[in-house]
């Protein structure tokens, strides 16, 4: 790159040069002296500038030049739009010259409390993506977010878990006429996600006769409103056909159209869906505790057994979420030998990583019957050799 050239000026009649920069006049006895005090001015009023922009006008107008919606999918720009959500209204009116790494990890106690470790994970990579490009554009002298002191806690892994027998006999026995029903089924018995899920159509995916369910639609959001349904999964190996197993071809049998739809029979959106989980767990718990939780202690049979001095039985909560369910299916199928291979094939996973790490937990069925096949190894039996499919 070659050596900038040096603008020289005229020199006034009284011995003087001048240089303007926005209609202001610049003199000097020198042309240094004259471009010195432009050069002065401009900083001051970049200065001025950097010390009356806010985190949240800066990340604003960041977002779309750096990450353009040209680029990315829909929905990848909105999960990013979702963290500079984050970030702004915790220090969004702070001026972007005054963020301190105490600020930045204010947002992750505030915002990211109680979330995976991935996404935690993701939303520090954005923000110091973004404080970089503020240190470029000279707003900070070094990146807040890099600091140590910034460092995020950790999240959860994986966020989910395997259901109890007693969940599952809840589930099979209790509100079995609820809309959300045959939705809880196919998540549990077929390991569905709940954006594909979201996205079964009974006709078009699911084949009585040869007891099999094909993934060919997906349901991603949008916008924070509506679902829109493609045939891109969230892996290359979403598209895929899982065994339809008895307990959910019985809850599926007579069913037509989405499997999921909100109370006028038509497909689910974001807030629809919520509203329809939302309720399975309401009835649920009325349910399993007899009662409305709000009432609980209040009616006439519990008032009848407080006054004789009894004590109710402690309330039980529903706590089962949409991935418990999914996780369920996959800790279900590996506690009955179905080899890892499959599994991948089934959950739609790209590869095993993810089952080792988040799904495949240690679980009593596991652990006795290894014990069983052990044991029979050792008092001189043969028993199968136990191998995982692709394994030497």
């Not at 990890?105 to 970089?132: H, P, W």
């Not at 895929?240 to 038509?266: D, H, V």
């Amino acid at each position: 790159m070659g050596r900038q050239k040096k603008q020289h000026l005229k020199q006034r009649k009284d011995g003087r040069y001048r240089t303007k920069y926005h209609g202001i006049q610049f003199m000097g006895n020198t042309e240094d002296e004259a471009l010195a005090a432009r050069e002065a001015f401009k900083q001051a009023e970049l200065a001025a500038e950097m010390r009356s922009t806010t985190v949240e006008e800066y990340s604003t107008n960041w977002l779309p030049i750096a990450h353009p919606q040209t680029t990315i999918s829909p929905i990848t720009y909105i999960g990013l739009e979702a963290h500079i959500t984050k970030l702004n209204r915790v220090i969004g009116q702070v001026f972007l010259s005054e963020v301190t790494p105490l600020k930045v990890k204010e947002v992750y106690s505030t915002e990211y409390a109680g979330l995976s470790n991935s996404y935690i994970r993701a939303g520090k990579q954005l923000f110091c993506a973004m404080f970089d490009a503020a240190v470029s554009d000279g707003y900070l002298r070094s990146n807040p977010a890099r600091d140590v002191t910034a460092k995020p806690h950790k999240g959860t892994f994986g966020g989910h878990r395997a259901i109890t027998a007693q969940e599952r006999e809840w589930i099979l026995t209790l509100c079995t006429d609820h809309r959300a029903h045959a939705a809880v089924m196919t998540m549990l018995y077929a390991g569905l996600r709940p954006q594909e899920m979201k996205a079964l159509q009974i006709e078009r995916s699911v084949d009585f006769e040869n007891e099999t369910i094909t993934l060919v639609d997906f349901a991603h959001k949008s916008n924070p409103y509506e679902y829109e349904i493609t045939s891109e999964g969230k892996t290359s190996n979403a598209a895929r056909t899982i065994p339809l197993f008895p307990p959910l071809k019985k809850a599926l049998k007579g069913k037509s159209g989405y499997l999921i739809t909100n109370a006028k029979g038509e497909r689910v959106n974001v807030e629809a869906w919520k509203c329809v989980w939302n309720s399975y767990v309401f009835h649920m718990e009325k349910a399993i505790n007899g009662c409305e939780k709000r009432w609980y202690g209040k009616t006439r049979e519990h008032k009848a057994i407080l006054a004789a001095g009894g004590s109710l039985p402690p309330w039980v909560s529903f706590t089962v979420t949409p991935y418990d369910l999914r996780h369920s299916f996959c800790t279900m199928c590996r506690d009955n030998g179905v080899e890892l291979n499959t599994c991948v094939h089934w959950m739609g996973h790209a590869d095993a990583k993810m089952i080792m790490k988040v799904y495949d937990e240690f679980t009593d069925t596991r652990s006795q019957r290894e014990a069983e096949r052990l044991k029979k190894l050792l008092e001189g039996e043969k028993v199968p050799e136990n191998k995982e499919e692709g394994q030497e």
